[in-house]
């Protein structure tokens, strides 16, 4: 008989001999463990030790008895039956007898041939007796390691349960809420084999719950109203892990509140991992996590998340929410949020209040497609817009703004607002905004958005992201304090990149810089910001405006190249003053390579700037190279003009005061000696090159104190002339002789 079989020699069930009285310890004077055996040779008896007393119930019983032969008998009845000759042993003058020699029939001992006279005959016999009700409570189990504790095996196993221990069937018919839930709260940790699960109340999860499945085959199948109901609820209980399983929901009614209707809500938590669960069918969200610290959402599918008939406003795949800081969403995939009956959903919600920051939530490496209206939105739901740990990295965002509804112009592919700190780093965003209704300020594939005009601890980081076919704007940022750099974008029917600020409180702090885009509406729009940083961007086939700025302060415009689309070209670089206050200062256009518009450049209402270094290349049908209007203090020199001799490569209209454009090459115009110049107004000199005569070669509009210098001097002659009429040409005096 084997019995109790554990890891350490102490607690191996040991068999104690022969004893006529029952022992108080163990032979080696170790404390007696349950299970202990020993046979008592008083009545001939197995006993086992149960904890506290020695059990008389035995594995079996031994009997001996005694018989003489008489040389004729041999037949001998014993006390009790052996039930069969493996259970005796006979021996004859203590010699044993094989058992072929004898058979056994009921309690009778036949011999084969009489024992002889006198001799002794001694039968062992041994039968099978209940040793009584032996389970996992009373077998000890212990894992046999260093400081290893010893334990019941009924203990050990309950560690983890399957649900199919508490009478679920998993036959997709059976209402298996009730023993589900029985499992949930007797134990932390349950298991579901694969099967089909009949849901129809919400299951509530218990403190350091720990959930396993068998990945899409175990299924939980919600059935029934969803309005009040989640299928999966934990609530202020921490240490919260689920894995592995599939959640359906049922959407044949709307939830109440944006908390119920989803497939897991989880809140006033610490600790949670959700990971690797398929979650389809629900009316409000497939996870909605709320005041939750410590939390990872990685590797799940949730898809096809939308209301029946009424949508609240928090549709979503995966919404956080609240106070929740220090997470992670990782690696889901997210099809299908908000396309039906309703027309309102976001792939990830992110609603967080910054009174907790820093809150440190990292979504990345998720792919989000086919949504109603954002991919993936934050909104910074506190009292201050710093939003530092915020990270939206190397996510895959496609085909948003899918609505029909002709009322609806959200669309994102990532908005964001609240964004001091945020970081927009190596997403990929295709598609947005297809079937959005009226245009918004908000409108982009990627927007970062504020209603704080001050300058922030951190700024917004939008950084080597990849946009592509967006029907409104490529990256539009609406806050201040911003950094936009190395993106690329391409196909962008509006925008590429825009600033949208504020002109009364002034949006201050915007770079962008390293950027690419090619076939774009217009390159780089920027509006009513101060302390802005433009370099080094590069865009291609750009069918409008190539840098527009208007109602800037403090603008550098250095080292871009702007390519326009042949023939549609509209402006390469163009600060104006179309919104109030009307005035743009200290803007400096340096060192940028301007190409194939119809105008290069034009620079309205500018005080206190240069434009110094540019080469301007005008497309196939010109209009006009650089345009200055109503500007004081600006000064524009040594830079490069070319293109169609018909038009004017300068001109200068409006008021101006205190205005120099000199010493840059333009085309010289055909027929003359000089660039085409048409200087309309006062207060702007130009100092040009041209032939000796330019009351004759001078082209265009000129102004007292604009000078041509000879640009083929010689001796006897002069250095230049300068205008002392105004007029087209106006009249023209040499001045400094040249020695003969």
């Not at 109602?551 to 179309?578: F, K, P």
Request: charged share 10%.
């Amino acid at each position: 008989v084997i019995t109790n079989v554990t890891n350490t020699v102490e607690d191996i069930t040991q068999y104690q001999g022969a004893h006529a009285t029952d022992p108080l310890a163990r032979n080696d004077g170790t404390p007696l463990q349950v299970g202990d055996l020993y046979f008592n040779t008083s009545i001939n008896e197995l006993k086992v030790w149960s904890g506290t007393t020695w059990v008389p119930s035995s594995p079996g019983n031994v009997a001996v008895q005694n018989f003489n032969g008489t040389g004729s008998q041999t037949a001998f009845t014993l006390s009790a039956a052996p039930i069969a000759e493996n259970n005796t042993q006979i021996y004859i003058d203590g010699v044993y007898q094989q058992k072929d020699t004898y058979a056994v029939a009921g309690a009778t001992i036949n011999f084969s041939a009489a024992p002889p006279n006198l001799s002794t005959i001694e039968v062992v016999s041994f039968s099978i007796a209940s040793l009584g009700t032996v389970d996992s409570s009373n077998v000890s189990y212990n894992q046999g390691g260093t400081g290893a504790v010893t334990t019941t095996v009924q203990a050990k196993l309950q560690e983890s349960v399957s649900v199919m221990d508490f009478g679920a069937t998993g036959d997709g018919v059976t209402d298996d809420t009730a023993a589900i839930q029985a499992a949930l709260t007797a134990i932390a940790r349950v298991y579901f084999p694969t099967g089909e699960y009949k849901i129809t109340a919400q299951l509530n999860l218990i403190a350091n719950q720990y959930i396993t499945g068998d990945g899409e085959g175990s299924s939980l199948v919600f059935s029934g109203s969803m309005a009040t109901d989640n299928l999966i609820r934990a609530s202020a209980v921490n240490d919260i892990h689920i894995e592995g399983i599939k959640l359906t929901g049922d959407q044949t009614v709307d939830s109440v509140l944006i908390t119920n209707g989803c497939g897991m809500h989880i809140s006033g938590n610490t600790r949670v991992k959700i990971k690797d669960c398929i979650i389809w069918n629900f009316p409000q969200a497939g996870i909605l996590v709320d005041n939750v610290s410590q939390f990872e959402i990685s590797g799940c599918n949730i898809k096809d998340i939308y209301p029946v008939a009424t949508a609240t406003s928090a549709i979503a795949g995966i919404s956080v929410q609240d106070l929740s800081t220090d997470g992670l969403l990782t690696n889901n995939y997210i099809n299908n949020i908000g396309l039906a009956n309703g027309d309102t959903g976001i792939g990830i919600r992110m609603i967080i209040d910054s009174s907790n920051n820093p809150f440190q939530i990292r979504c990345s490496e998720n792919q989000v497609q086919n949504i109603a209206t954002h991919g993936m939105a934050y909104y910074n739901n506190g009292t201050v817009d710093e939003s530092e740990g915020m990270i939206i990295a190397n996510n895959i965002v496609r085909n948003t703004g899918m609505t029909t509804s002709a009322s609806t112009n959200l669309g994102n592919g990532i908005y964001v607002l609240g964004n001091g700190g945020v970081q927009v780093l190596g997403n990929r965003v295709e598609n947005t905004q297809v079937n959005t209704g009226a245009s918004s300020v908000t409108d982009g594939s990627i927007v970062i958005n504020s209603t704080i005009t001050t300058p922030l601890l951190s700024p917004a980081i939008v950084a080597n992201n990849t946009v592509v076919n967006s029907t409104e704007d490529g990256i539009s940022i609406q806050a201040s304090r911003a950094v936009v750099s190395n993106n690329s974008l391409y196909n962008i029917t509006g925008v590429a990149i825009k600033g949208q600020g504020n002109a009364t409180t002034r949006t201050k702090g915007l770079v962008i810089t390293g950027n690419t885009g090619d076939s774009t509406a217009q390159g780089i729009h920027i509006l009513k910001f101060d302390d802005i940083t433009i370099s080094g961007n590069s865009f291609y086939g750009i069918g409008g405006k190539g840098i527009n700025v208007d109602n800037v302060n403090r603008c550098s415009i250095t080292g871009n190249n702007l390519y326009g689309d042949a023939g549609s070209g509209d402006i390469g670089i163009q600060v104006q003053q179309l919104t109030a206050p009307n005035t743009n200062t200290s803007v400096s256009i340096n060192g940028n390579v301007v190409e194939n518009f119809h105008q290069a450049c034009q620079v309205y209402s500018v005080t206190n700037g240069t434009m110094s270094g540019n080469t301007f290349v005008l497309g196939a049908t010109p209009s006009r190279g650089v345009l200055w209007q109503s500007c004081t203090n600006f000064t524009g020199t040594g830079n490069t003009i070319t293109g169609d001799n018909t038009v004017e490569m300068f001109k200068s209209t409006t008021a101006a005061t205190n205005c120099l454009f000199a010493d840059n090459t333009m085309t010289v115009r055909a027929g003359k000696t000089t660039p085409y110049i048409n200087n309309a107004v006062d207060g702007c000199t130009v100092r040009a090159y041209g032939g000796t005569d330019p009351a004759t070669d001078a082209n265009g509009s000129w102004r007292v104190g604009d000078v041509v210098l000879d640009n083929t001097p010689t001796a006897g002659g002069s250095i230049g002339s300068v205008c002392t009429t105004a007029g087209t040409p106006g009249t023209w005096k040499t001045f400094g002789a040249i020695t003969a």
